[in-house]
């Protein structure tokens, strides 16, 4: 599976001869990394929840007009919102190589309401939870938000120390400087180490295979 992380929460995901993009936010499209004209193949669009960070809707429009046929998965609120705007190929349900989960967004009062999240377990390898830290079960790769104004670094650890995948992804990290990022990259993949799990320290842009 090759995985590229364009900034945050926003990960390219090919596999099997399909590509997916998850959480299409509004970093991703201001790094100047994800740019629709060098995507030469969409097969399927999530979105976990209409958060701007997972769900920026000039870069969705860019990606359904050059991909017109690409699949867009959604919650049942989500979904309700974009079809008012005229999009058409959205899911609420699960599909092959797409298994949508239900897992509640991290509670964000008093800031506000927390909206409706999905997370996915795509093409059997790769669960992306989006912003939510409970939920049990999770395929070898787990794509894990470390850190968010609702969540924090030591539940994110407890988490996948909980279930245990083969590799770690850290993503929703877009809050961090350069120095902070890598130094807690560092720190995660030796506690991960520690557990026999390896901590892939994503570089924006960069693609891994796994």
């Given at each position: 599976?090759?995985?590229?992380?364009?900034?945050?929460?926003?990960?390219?995901?090919?596999?099997?001869?399909?590509?997916?993009?998850?959480?299409?936010?509004?970093?991703?499209?201001?790094?100047?990394?994800?740019?629709?004209?060098?995507?030469?193949?969409?097969?399927?669009?999530?979105?976990?929840?209409?958060?701007?960070?997972?769900?920026?809707?000039?870069?969705?429009?860019?990606?359904?007009t050059k991909?017109?046929?690409?699949?867009?998965?959604?919650?049942?609120?989500?979904?309700?919102?974009?079809?008012?705007?005229?999009?058409?190929?959205?899911?609420?349900?699960?599909?092959?190589?797409?298994?949508?989960?239900?897992?509640?967004?991290?509670?964000?009062?008093p800031l506000?309401?927390?909206?409706?999240?999905?997370?996915?377990?795509?093409?059997?390898?790769?669960?992306?939870?989006?912003?939510?830290?409970?939920?049990?079960?999770?395929?070898?790769?787990?794509?894990?938000?470390?850190?968010?104004?609702?969540?924090?670094?030591?539940?994110?650890?407890?988490?996948?120390?909980?279930?245990?995948?083969?590799?770690?992804?850290?993503?929703?990290?877009?809050?961090?400087?350069?120095?902070?990022?890598?130094?807690?990259?560092?720190?995660?993949?030796?506690?991960?180490?520690?557990?026999?799990?390896?901590?892939?320290?994503?570089?924006?842009?960069?693609?891994?295979?796994?």
């Open positions: 599976m090759k995985i590229t992380k364009y900034v945050h929460s926003c990960l390219l995901v090919e596999d099997q001869g399909r590509v997916g993009l998850i959480d299409p936010g509004m970093f991703s499209l201001g790094s100047g990394l994800l740019e629709t004209n060098t995507l030469t193949q969409l097969d399927d669009i999530i979105i976990t929840h209409e958060h701007p960070d997972h769900l920026h809707l000039p870069l969705l429009k860019g990606l359904v991909f017109p046929h690409a699949r867009i998965f959604a919650d049942p609120s989500t979904a309700i919102k974009l079809r008012a705007l005229g999009y058409t190929n959205i899911q609420t349900e699960s599909q092959p190589g797409v298994d949508l989960f239900a897992c509640n967004h991290e509670p964000t009062e506000g309401p927390a909206p409706k999240n999905i997370g996915v377990h795509y093409l059997g390898r790769l669960t992306d939870p989006g912003d939510s830290h409970h939920f049990p079960t999770c395929k070898d790769i787990l794509a894990l938000p470390i850190t968010a104004p609702w969540g924090t670094l030591t539940r994110a650890a407890e988490l996948a120390s909980e279930l245990e995948p083969k590799y770690v992804l850290p993503i929703h990290d877009w809050h961090w400087n350069v120095a902070a990022r890598q130094q807690t990259y560092d720190r995660c993949e030796t506690f991960f180490n520690g557990l026999g799990i390896k901590f892939i320290k994503l570089v924006d842009g960069e693609a891994v295979e796994l």
